[in-house]
């Protein structure tokens, strides 16, 4: 029998939190601030695009 997708999430929800709860686990370095101009210059030119093919300039 297959699980559900419901099960699967849950199963893989524990298992992650357990990895996490680890003395050992060691948790990613906190976004700083050349980070956030990466997203946000990323998510500028995305939105450029967009305008750009719904103009017709890019086709």
Same mark, same amino acid.
């Given at each position: 029998? !297959?699980? =559900? +997708? !419901?099960? @699967?999430?849950?199963?893989?929800?524990?298992?992650? @939190?357990? !990895? *996490?709860?680890? #003395?050992?686990?060691?948790? #990613?370095?906190?976004?700083?601030?050349?980070?956030?101009? /990466? +997203?946000?210059? =990323?998510? /500028?030119? =995305? @939105?450029?695009? +967009?305008?750009?093919? *719904?103009? /017709?300039? +890019?086709?």
């Amino acid at each position: 029998m !297959e699980k =559900s +997708i !419901e099960e @699967l999430i849950y199963e893989e929800t524990d298992k992650r @939190l357990k !990895e *996490m709860k680890a #003395p050992d686990y060691e948790f #990613p370095k906190q976004a700083n601030k050349a980070d956030w101009i /990466g +997203i946000l210059a =990323s998510v /500028g030119v =995305s @939105l450029l695009l +967009i305008v750009l093919c *719904m103009t /017709g300039v +890019i086709e």
